[in-house]
């Protein structure tokens, strides 16, 4: 009997989020499985691509985008978000800052990115640095957060660590297959 693979997918994900929250460490530690400490923060858009093996007969290409440097330069974002699949918004768990301006992150993708039929893109909150002490964000506070503004998931990572950074990916990875 001859077994056909389904045709390969192409997503495209931004990663988004303050600057220093740990994007550049995210997709790094997700791509290549490496850290390193003093990622010097690029100029423009980087991005990324992956080949995930998905269940057992699908490709999935994954395009990662990360805004690298250009966090305070809304006005470039649009081409940015073009045809974004997934998001996702990123904090540092010692920054408290870097938590509240996830809603003006998710808002702006809400307001520049949208399926065809007119929803928003699956976003991920994710709540980086979770290796360090000194937090100054309450899980309670992101449990209520990323209900109250639909995201599809929320988990602490630590790319230092590579802690939940496969383990997240693959949750929107999942969200995103299942839409198809
Ligand atoms: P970006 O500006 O959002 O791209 O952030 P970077 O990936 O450049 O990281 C900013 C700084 O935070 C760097 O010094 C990283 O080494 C550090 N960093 C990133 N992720 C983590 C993490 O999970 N734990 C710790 N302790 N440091 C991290
Ligand atoms: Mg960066």
Redesign the pocket.
């Known amino acids: 009997k001859s077994f056909r693979a389904p045709p390969e997918k192409l997503f495209k994900v931004i990663v988004i989020?303050?600057?220093?929250?740990?994007?550049?460490?995210?997709v790094?530690r997700y791509v290549q499985n490496t850290?390193?400490?003093?990622?010097k923060?690029t100029v423009g858009v980087d991005f990324a691509l992956k080949i995930v093996q998905w269940r057992d007969h699908q490709k999935i290409k994954l395009q990662l985008w990360?805004i690298?440097?250009q966090?305070r330069f809304t006005w470039m974002t649009r081409v940015y978000y073009k045809d974004a699949h997934g998001c996702i918004i990123?904090f540092?768990l010692t920054n408290q800052n870097s938590f509240k301006n996830t809603l003006k992150w998710k808002k702006d993708v809400d307001s520049k990115c949208t399926l065809s039929d007119g929803s928003p893109i699956p976003c991920m909150l994710l709540a980086?640095?979770?290796?360090?002490p000194h937090r100054q964000v309450d899980i309670n506070d992101i449990e209520a957060f990323y209900k109250e503004h639909n995201f599809i998931g929320w988990t602490e990572?630590?790319?230092?660590?590579g802690l939940m950074v496969n383990d997240s990916m693959k949750f929107l990875l999942d969200v995103l297959m299942r839409q198809e």
Not at 128 to 132: H, I, P, T, V, Y
Not at 157 to 161: R, W, Y
């Open positions: 989020g303050d600057p220093t929250v740990g994007k550049t460490s995210f790094q850290f390193k400490k003093d990622y923060g990360d690298a440097g966090e990123m540092d980086n640095k979770c290796d360090l990572t630590s790319t230092k660590e």
